[in-house]
């Protein structure tokens, strides 16, 4: 098969070493697509392709799983994820405008992930912190009541010092 992925030789090994432990074993389909995405940070089409292989299940079935979980991304994650909150109470107290200054700040789309690999921006459907609505989160870190204006001092904390 050949890897168009920019891999190294190494985690290509690697990767083959966590398929071969579960090898023909469909129920470890989501732990192996995490230990892979844990190893390389994402799951592009050739690391699935590989896994469908050695578990022995179609390529539908496993971008069926990536795909149905937040957790794993076909894309590259940047360093910091922040995830806004599109959830009803956050909808109508302002999550969208909280997006749209996000989005300029950083010069992506939701989905996307910045060149410097530094941020990823997503949408989720809630955080379960109605009451601080507008509420988005950078990781493990929740902030609430968010207003735009807000927006560049929040990222500020997560940039290297010297960078706006």
């Known amino acids: 098969m050949t890897k168009s992925v920019e891999l190294q030789k190494e985690v ?15 129920a470890a389909l989501i732990q192996v697509l995490h230990r892979c995405q844990e190893l390389i940070g994402y799951l592009p ?4 392709v590989q896994i ?20 794993f991304s076909t894309k590259p994650r940047g360093k910091y994820r922040i995830s806004v909150c599109k959830g009803t109470a956050c909808y109508v107290r302002g999550s ?34 109605c009451g601080l609505s507008p ?17 560049p001092r929040i990222l500020m904390a997560y940039r290297p010092a010297g960078v706006a």
């Not at 089409?45 to 699935?48: A, H, L, M, R, S």
Request: with cysteine; charged share 30%; proline share 1%.
């Open 96 to 129: 969208m405008e909280v997006l749209e200054r996000l989005e300029k700040e950083l010069g992506i789309k939701a989905g996307d992930s910045t060149d410097d690999g530094l941020f990823t921006l997503e949408v989720v459907r809630c955080l379960g912190a």
């Open 12 to 26: 290509w090994q690697e990767l083959d070493r966590i398929i071969q432990e579960h090898r023909g074993d469909r």
């Open 52 to 71: 469908a292989h050695g578990l022995g299940v179609s390529l539908g079935e496993v971008y069926g799983v990536v795909s149905f979980y937040s957790f």
């Open 135 to 151: 509420v988005i989160t950078i990781n493990d870190n929740t902030y609430g009541l968010v207003r735009p204006d807000a927006i």
């Open 45 to 48: 089409k050739e690391v699935q």
